[in-house]
């Protein structure tokens, strides 16, 4: 906490769609989000929440610290295309591959299931906000 202002609350207004910081729009949609705690004491360590997925209101903030030799994870990591990128071909950008991540396509599963069936997306919201509240404490405790 930074006076009375928390990790959380900051989650929150990241997903306060009535506001309008939070979109959800055929024409437009908010784009991965993050929350930063930084401590004024140099001893604790600096602490990041990224979505790494489109709209905060269907996504969890996942907890981050960058720390000597962090080891990359997979399923975040954009597909390599190596020498095959189209990036990288001449002429330029004549295909366009998925770039999705892993955690991408299954961000965009679930929020299939959200719009699709009440009862199980219900249930599957509950399961992240659990995933979610579970990593905050855990980073409030590092803190504390």
Same mark, same amino acid.
């Given at each position: 906490?930074?006076?009375?202002? !928390? ?8 997903? &306060? ?5 939070? +979109?959800? %729009?055929? @024409? =437009? ?8 705690v ?14 790494g ?5 269907? !996504? ?8 000597? &030799? ?5 399923? +975040?990591? %954009?597909? @390599? =295309? ?24 299954a961000?965009?599963?679930?929020? !299939? ?32």
């Amino acid at each position: 906490h930074i006076g009375d202002v !928390s990790a959380q609350a900051m989650i929150d207004v990241l997903r &306060d769609k009535d506001s309008g910081v939070c +979109v959800d %729009s055929e @024409s =437009f949609l908010t784009t991965a989000s993050i929350v930063s705690v930084l401590p004024q004491d140099p001893s604790f360590p600096c602490i990041h929440y990224f979505t790494g997925t489109p709209d905060p209101s269907r !996504s969890i903030f996942k907890p981050f610290i960058f720390v000597d &030799d962090v080891k990359l994870v997979p399923k +975040v990591q %954009s597909p @390599s =295309f190596g020498n095959d990128d189209p990036a990288k071909k001449i002429p330029r950008f004549q295909e366009k591959p998925d770039r999705r991540h892993e955690l991408y396509k299954a961000h965009e599963w679930a929020r !299939s299931l959200l719009e699709s069936d009440q009862d199980k997306g219900q249930k599957l919201m509950r399961i992240m906000l659990d995933l979610e509240k579970q990593g905050l404490e855990a980073m409030e405790d590092i803190l504390s």
